[in-house]
């Protein structure tokens, strides 16, 4: 109800505080306008752009078609899967009847991160699941950011690497599609030794495919390209969503060419703008959790999230039969910056 309010109060509070208009709309019709053109002009043309990879979803979305996975700039065989189940909060057993529900319902991309410590529970599920291993999208982490210099990171993050492939050996998993760097290091010497580590892993160990980020900013994205020859992350994932989209976010990885993956894209959005996205999900018979995820994927980036609930599961895959129009797109993306506005006029 407050936010509702908001929606009327908005040029007054512009007002009073003397602050700019929101301008968040503009931009955004802008770069889904010029994505849409890239598609519509050729699809050499937009394979030509660096913010292609992830880019033809988005153009296609604003062209009333969808999709639900893209090719990475590794360009390797394998698509990404938009929607990704992140194993983050559970332990090994639960993660072991969480995946096999997860497969069941029609998932085939994993992100098994080794904060949570189960990935030896995730492998199993896999093994005992039956589910070809060519058919599945699998994403390891490395957490390695508390070592400082080239080569403690380049050290710590090998160290990890082969935890990774051990824990995954539980369920006869011996190669990954994907390692992500739960953190940057603390300063650009540490970031190349672990992207050192990372490369080696895909390059010498060829263990892995694609290699990724966790929120990077772009000054730490331009710490492993300062290296010319450096391999280019695949994906950043970063807490973009409905409640937190700062201008630029998404490009300045487009412009390095680098999906954005939403890590946590509706654990602060519903309590906030749940009503609002509830009514406009009801013209296309979507959820607030469905409008808010397709929000995401129309602005050209991907998502990772969790549940306990098979209906949750089933509901957070089916986004990729409606496209949300630009209205409805502008109006959300502005829900962030109206609540800012409402509660700074709140604590006048």
Known sequence: MMVNTALFLIP?????????????????????????????????????????????????SV???STDKVTLNSKNKKAFPLASFGLQVYDDETAYRLTLTAL?????????????????????????????????????????????????????????????MAAMAAGNIDKLDMIMLDYPGPNDESIRGQWKAFEEMASKDKTVDDLAVSNFSPSQLDAISSNPDATVPTVNQLPFSVANHPNGMLDYNAKRGILVQSWSPLSRVLPRYGDILDAIGKKYGKSSAQVGLRWIVQNGAAFSTQSTKRSHFEEDLNVFDFNLSNDEMNRISLLAAERELFDRRVNY
């Open 12 to 60: 007054s509070i512009v007002s009073a505080l003397h602050l700019p208009s929101p301008i968040i709309a503009s931009n955004e019709i802008s770069r889904r306008t010029a994505v849409s053109a890239l598609v519509a002009s050729s699809t050499t043309a937009v394979a030509s752009t660096g913010a292609s990879i992830f880019a033809t979803q988005a153009a296609a």
């Open 63 to 65: 062209l009333g078609e």
């Open 104 to 164: 069941e319902v029609g998932y085939r991309n994993f992100f098994a991160s080794v904060l949570a410590g189960n990935q030896r529970g995730f492998a199993k599920a896999v093994k005992a699941s039956g589910i070809p291993r060519d058919e599945l999208y699998i994403c390891g982490t490395v957490l390695s950011n508390r070592v400082s210099g080239e080569l403690a990171a380049y050290q710590k993050t090998k160290q990890g690497c082969l935890e990774n």
